[in-house]
């Protein structure tokens, strides 16, 4: 499978890990000068191979997907909402890192529709009459990270330039508990940040970073803030005193979790963490470059482990399922772990049981395409198109070490 030809020379375990390849983290001191923790000892590895069965009825059940998907792309080369380009470049993203036959054709149209939203300082997305309604940062930032999927060089200016926009766009004024992260719209004056947004914009920023290299001479380079980032998620990360089931889980903003609060033994109130903003907070970590045995990621894997569960999203029931499903591959795959222990039982291989899972869950359509889709349509998951794509690429992530 044909992958990125113009990465250059950036950190390419990370800016490949969507496309299914493992980072293998190096072993260096945790921060602090803590002691690194061990979750799971060597003698229990898993290789993440998948088995050949498993493996060719993935392959069939990607395609069918993909055929579904195909024949839902518009005229224009849109799908689903058409004043969100994001969700163009969501199916775009999920045929740029496959084989389908039909790829050049579906990608080439869907390049040409996002190309009509890129507005002229950098960003990608649809103007609203409403302060913030354009979404332009979560726009923006998924519509680059696709569009750097293609591999087609002829892009880069734009994603160097959508980057410019994306590092002006972190929270960096004053020195409060969002400073570091990402908002939807940072001209929309909403004086905050949240993890499901930060994580989208770490995550264009590190899969892009090789386009720096194609910058003109003389033009200053630029990224994220990741000092900065590291900080923004150390307060939307439980520590210790929120007590058993929330340490080193994540919540949605330093003031806010969806999964609500609780009450911790000193009587302070704390956001709860649950399962998606869990892994968006360890895979963020991971693209900040913190260490794998840093305690912040180990208490994170940790409470990965604790809560581990396919059949919902821990602390949230079926709400963001596929959401969940998509953000668990893209941080075990990066955490570099193939086994998550199971209480009482043999480590289970993470990439075996999520393809089984996904595979057990596509609808068939009558033309014998498939689709998935959320009955519980918080989030827009009741549009099977999103969640096509969620789970195509959580797939493709799966998949990767048996290809």
Not at 12 to 39: H, S
Not at 344 to 365: A, C, F, H, N, Y
Not at 373 to 385: F, H, K, L, M, S
Request: aromatic fraction near 10%; charged fraction near 20%.
């Amino acid at each position: 499978m044909q992958r990125m030809t113009w990465i250059g020379g950036c950190m390419v375990g990370l800016a490949v890990a969507l496309a299914g390849t493992t980072i293998q983290a190096e072993d260096v001191p945790a921060k602090g000068g803590a002691a690194p923790t061990t979750i799971l000892s060597s003698s229990q590895a898993v290789t993440g191979q998948i088995d050949i069965s498993l493996l060719n009825e993935a392959r069939a059940v990607q395609r069918r997907g993909l055929d579904w998907l195909a024949k839902q792309q518009k005229p224009d080369g849109s799908w689903s909402a058409p004043d969100f380009p994001a969700l163009t470049a969501l199916p775009l993203w999920a045929f740029a890192v496959s084989d389908y036959p039909d790829k050049a054709r579906v990608v080439s149209n869907a390049v040409h529709y996002l190309l009509g939203f890129v507005q002229p300082d950098g960003s990608i997305y649809k103007p609203s009459p409403n302060k913030g309604g354009g979404l332009v940062n979560y726009n923006t930032a998924i519509c680059m990270t696709a569009l750097h999927m293609t591999g087609d060089p002829s892009l880069a200016p734009l994603i160097l330039k959508a980057r410019r926009f994306m590092a002006a766009a972190q929270h960096l004024e004053g020195d409060d508990v969002y400073r570091g992260g990402f908002g939807y719209d940072k001209a929309s004056g909403r004086q905050y940040t949240d993890l499901s947004d930060s994580v989208i914009a770490f995550e264009a920023m590190r899969m892009t970073q090789g386009a720096e290299d194609l910058r003109p001479k003389g033009e200053a380079k630029v990224d994220a803030n990741w000092q900065a980032a590291t900080q923004f998620l150390g307060h939307v990360q439980n520590t210790a005193s929120a007590g058993t089931n929330d340490a080193g889980g994540f919540a949605y903003r330093p003031d806010d979790s969806h999964a609500g609060t609780t009450t911790n033994a000193a009587g302070a109130v704390v956001m709860r963490s649950y399962g998606s903003m869990t892994y968006a907070g360890l895979l963020s970590l991971i693209y900040a470059e913190v260490s794998k045995n840093d305690p912040r990621v180990q208490s994170a894997f940790k409470w990965a482990v604790d809560n581990w569960s396919l059949e919902q999203n821990p602390g949230m029931g079926t709400q963001g399922l596929y959401y969940f499903y998509n953000i668990m591959a893209k941080s075990l795959a990066a955490f570099g772990q193939e086994a998550v222990p199971s209480k009482g039982g043999k480590p289970v291989s993470w990439r075996t049981e999520m393809v089984r899972k996904l595979v057990t869950l596509q609808r068939i359509d009558k033309d014998g395409s498939g689709y998935w889709v959320n009955d519980n349509n918080r989030w827009q998951e009741g549009d099977p198109t999103l969640v096509t794509c969620f789970t195509l690429i959580a797939l493709d992530t799966a998949i990767g070490h048996s290809r």
